[in-house]
């Protein structure tokens, strides 16, 4: 093949190749394609190496890749088609048993460089092809390792996110209505997976969504709460004293301290007339009764607001203490 033929075809070849490759690598990859020729390696060989550079650029993915994998090989591909379309042999021609290779060529395994047709062999193609597609072994460590990386911390992150919306998510007690079951600023975790608001049994400690009637906090504290179960759907509640009467019957509650001043009375309710709590919905009060705002403000709540049931306690008057419920 004449010369500028050759040269034709090396830059028809080069052109296969990502801009910014071609921006960084073009005028270098076409001087060594030039020495390669005039060196008297096939113009065949040279073009099919280099659309095996091509091939690896455009399917390693690189910030900015624009193209899809199989867009960057189906370009590849037309670029082979080009120029293998009665211009190319699609092989060397072997040479005659017994005959040594020529003056200044070295023989190459069939299949040992990546990308080089089998019995290519020339030295430089081979220094061109080990630069090209195995440059600094370290660089690749280092990517692949950084590559792991990145996928650890990614899976992580979606890992805590389907916990926490599905499983278990934490809170934090920012008043002392639960006071002395909860401090102020203990961690609790609460329980989602596996829960369902029609499980929910007299004197569990639930987490619920700011009930729309309260008026008891500032109007910027519309943040989620977290009482005790007192009443079911359908049962009757009134207090006596300090005392609540559940169905009639006082209400044992062992987790409160021997005096513990009920406050304000559970409001339209006696014993002749007790409150109803309605389908669907749970009266529940705070354990520091006298100062807490709870269903005697705002009423019961609904059944669909409530998030999830607190199980455990992992961090209690400012240091780690583990309490299940």
Request: aromatic share 8%.
């Amino acid at each position: 093949m004449d010369e500028p033929r050759a040269t034709r075809l090396v830059e028809a070849v080069l052109r296969c190749y990502p801009a910014r490759w071609r921006r960084r690598h073009g005028d270098e990859a076409a001087e060594l394609a030039a020495l390669l020729i005039r060196d008297g390696t096939p113009v065949s060989s040279v073009a099919w190496s280099y659309l095996a550079g091509a091939a690896r650029e455009w399917l390693t993915s690189r910030p900015g890749r624009r193209l899809s994998t199989a867009a960057c090989a189906l370009l590849v591909a037309a670029c082979a088609l080009g120029i293998a379309a009665g211009l190319l042999p699609s092989t060397v021609p072997a040479r005659a048993a017994g005959t040594s290779p020529a003056p200044g060529r070295a023989h190459c395994r069939p299949g040992s460089v990546p990308g080089v047709i089998p019995a290519l062999g020339h030295p430089r193609v081979i220094i061109w092809e080990a630069w090209h597609g195995r440059a600094d072994p370290r660089r690749r460590r280092r990517r692949r390792a950084l590559a792991e990386t990145g996928v650890i911390i990614v899976v992580a992150v979606l890992l805590a996110g389907l916990i926490r919306t599905f499983a278990f998510q934490t809170f934090w007690i920012p008043s002392a209505s639960m006071v002395p079951t909860l401090g102020v600023y203990d961690r609790v975790l609460v329980q989602k997976a596996f829960f369902t608001w029609r499980g929910v049994r007299e004197g569990d400690i639930v987490v619920f969504s700011h009930p729309p009637l309260d008026q008891c906090g500032a109007p910027q504290e519309q943040g989620d709460l977290v009482k005790r179960v007192i009443a079911l759907p359908g049962q009757t509640i009134y207090s006596s004293g300090n005392s609540i009467y559940i169905d009639g019957r006082r209400l044992a509650e062992p987790y409160l301290p021997r005096y513990d001043p009920l406050g304000p009375p559970i409001p339209d309710a006696s014993r002749q007339h007790p409150y109803r709590v309605p389908p669907g919905e749970f009266y529940v009060l705070g354990d520091n009764r006298a100062d807490s705002c709870d269903s005697r403000y705002w009423g019961p709540i609904q059944g669909s607001s409530i998030i999830g049931k607190v199980v455990l306690t992992f961090w209690h008057d400012s240091h780690p203490d583990l309490h299940r419920f």
